[in-house]
């Protein structure tokens, strides 16, 4: 049953009676009996920032309003995006689709456009999962086992035969002991992460793919040493018939094909082993993607690379030559925070702060030479619409959270003196709110208006220890769950949070702060990461002014600070050996 209510309805009855309006919509929501919307869509499942429209790939469309309603992960695959898996809350896993190669896991042939459950992989909990172009697919739990199934011409199942995989198998050889992170697919090859920084790889290798120093192909899954030896790798991706790696210190790793210079080493030879990309060496990167032949690579200070392949545009230089080295992209636009490619097709995405999307290469079979802004909020609507195949980049995760519907259709009533019935004062201005939204949403209030939870509490509250900006955006976090700052005003949230125990604001302060940190003011925010005991931030601001070293040093920040910090700072740095030529 859905029931359905115009934003300004659920404003009234919110006014009315919100606490048990807020409680009675949570307690329908959780047990799936109604589903509260602003609107009809019965195809748009909700996550946490924002609306995910799964009706963009059509297999989602067989689907009933209760299956996907319990969707919590899913992702399209499949040479013609024919093939569906998804996770539900219950962690329960579904396939559906044309089931080529056996690449569904559910024990034969068959094609299906009902959704059918693999019993053998019932409450395990997905956190990463790859195909190829078999297609075979591999899944990590977070157990850190790995499971495979699909084609297997080249052993790219690691299980040691040929065989296709007709249903999920525990792959477990030379893995005993490590727990699987990350996977990798590409089109006959794998790849796994462990927790330890190792990368491991089998299948297909008549390129070099795996990493052997040889083009035979590698039954089992094999340790890949070389120049990887003694390093802690973080990321890993794969192209056609390529494989890149990314160390914790931002170092990036390419070895395969390279006919198209998508290792970015400057040649167009194959690699059997690991090579280093000299020509990123100074930047450090935090996420490497991989086309059918080409190679992306964001920084830590929201730059973008490009090289490989540009038959289409991939590369998004203005023109369809190939690069046998990186090249910056997007260098007139703001700073970069996700980028998108997928080994199956030729097309490139880009998110930045602002949260604006672009795309560029083969888009519905036209090349898009440069970065094109759409209309979208999510890189994964790229893939959806404009791909060719309309395959997922990633396992896409759904977060549903059906209590934010009441408090999105209270957003507009923010700060509005019409209907609120309390106001703070900041710096001489006025913030309008609802005592119950802040009861219900903050400890801090609950705790002041227990005693005093009656008609004669005064309507005005002065508040003289935070700016107006930092505390407007806190207390509408209390109703959107989302934070609108610079980095710089983000510190004094981080305050703020620190001061009122929200652990979530900390954290949401925290994503801010890394996702805007530059040379300029690294060490102020490192300085303030020490100051509000943000360890998880402190980690972060030090790697990076340790990364960006020469440069920091340089700043007004770095010797504002204060002595004793200094000396610690210097201290730690050493001991990282930063200081070794």
Same mark, same amino acid.
């Given at each position: @049953? ?11 009855? #919110? ?10 919509s949570e307690t329908f929501c959780t047990h799936s009996r109604y589903l509260l919307v602003s609107k009809p869509h019965p195809l748009r499942l909700q996550r946490s920032v924002a609306m995910v ?166 039954? !089992? ?19 056609? !018939?390529?494989?890149? #790696?990314?160390?914790?210190?931002? &170092? ?23 090579? @280093? ?14 086309g059918y032949a080409h190679s992306l690579a964001l920084t830590d200070e929201g730059l973008l690379y490009a090289w490989g392949a540009n038959t289409y545009g991939q590369l998004g230089t203005g ?93 507009? &009533? ?86 009122y125990c929200e652990n979530r604001l900390k954290k949401l302060c925290q994503h801010i702060i890394k996702r805007g940190i530059t040379v300029e003011n690294a060490f102020s925010l490192l300085s ?9 931030? &402190? ?43």
């Amino acid at each position: @049953r859905i029931i359905f209510f115009s934003p300004r309805e659920i404003v009234c009855k #919110a006014e009315a009676t919100l606490c048990e309006w807020l409680y009675v919509s949570e307690t329908f929501c959780t047990h799936s009996r109604y589903l509260l919307v602003s609107k009809p869509h019965p195809l748009r499942l909700q996550r946490s920032v924002a609306m995910v429209d799964v009706s963009k790939w059509p297999l989602f469309t067989l689907l009933s309003t209760q299956e996907l309603a319990s969707i919590r992960q899913a992702c399209i695959f499949g040479a013609s995006a024919n093939e569906a898996i998804y996770i539900t809350h219950d962690d329960e896993v579904y396939v559906l689709g044309l089931n080529c190669s056996n690449c569904l896991g559910i024990g034969d042939s068959q094609s299906t456009i009902v959704p059918k459950k693999l019993d053998s992989l019932t409450g395990k909990k997905l956190v990463s999962l790859s195909y190829g172009s078999g297609p075979h697919v591999l899944l990590a739990t977070q157990e850190g086992e790995l499971y495979a199934w699909g084609h297997n011409g080249y052993s790219q199942l690691g299980n040691g035969t040929t065989n296709q995989g007709v249903s999920p198998i525990l792959v477990t050889t030379n893995l005993q002991n490590k727990r699987v992170t990350e996977v990798a697919c590409g089109s006959h090859h794998s790849l796994a992460l462990t927790h330890e920084g190792e990368v491991f790889a089998w299948g297909y290798n008549n390129c070099g793919q795996v990493g052997s120093g040889s083009t035979a192909n590698q039954p !089992t899954p094999r340790k890949v040493s070389n120049s990887l030896q003694n390093k802690v790798m973080v990321s890993i991706a794969c192209g056609q !018939t390529s494989s890149m #790696a990314v160390a914790d210190n931002g &170092e990036v790793y390419g070895w395969g094909y390279n006919g198209n210079g998508q290792l970015g080493l400057g040649n167009n030879g194959n690699q059997l082993t690991p090579c @280093r990309l000299i020509a990123l060496q100074g930047l450090c990167v935090l996420q490497i993607a991989s086309g059918y032949a080409h190679s992306l690579a964001l920084t830590d200070e929201g730059l973008l690379y490009a090289w490989g392949a540009n038959t289409y545009g991939q590369l998004g230089t203005g023109n369809k030559s190939n690069q046998l080295s990186p090249v910056q992209v997007m260098t007139e636009k703001e700073r970069i925070v996700e980028i998108a490619a997928c080994h199956s097709t030729h097309t490139s995405a880009a998110k930045t702060q602002s949260g604006q999307v672009f795309m560029w290469g083969q888009c519905r079979g036209q090349p898009i030479v440069l970065p094109h802004l759409t209309h979208f909020s999510s890189t994964d609507d790229v893939f959806a619409c404009f791909a060719m195949p309309s395959v997922m980049w990633r396992l896409l995760s759904m977060e549903h959270d059906d209590f934010l519907t009441v408090a999105q259709s209270l957003k507009k &009533e923010f700060d509005n003196p019409e209907t609120s019935d309390l106001k703070f004062s900041v710096n001489g201005k006025y913030i309008h709110v609802h005592k119950a939204v802040l009861k219900i949403r903050c400890e801090h209030f609950r705790s002041m208006f227990q005693s005093h939870w009656n008609e004669d509490m005064k309507e005005v509250i002065e508040i003289d220890q935070f700016s107006f900006p930092v505390y407007r955006s806190f207390l509408e976090f209390l109703y959107t769950d989302s934070v609108d700052l610079p980095p710089e005003d983000a510190i004094g949230l981080l305050d703020l949070a620190t001061s009122y125990c929200e652990n979530r604001l900390k954290k949401l302060c925290q994503h801010i702060i890394k996702r805007g940190i530059t040379v300029e003011n690294a060490f102020s925010l490192l300085s303030a990461a020490i100051r509000y005991d943000a360890e998880d931030l &402190e980690e972060f601001c030090f790697k990076f002014c340790v990364n960006h070293l020469t440069e920091v040093t340089q700043t007004a920040a770095f010797w504002q600070i204060d002595g004793n910090m200094l000396k610690e700072f210097i201290c730690r740095a050493s001991h990282c050996g930063a200081f070794k030529n």
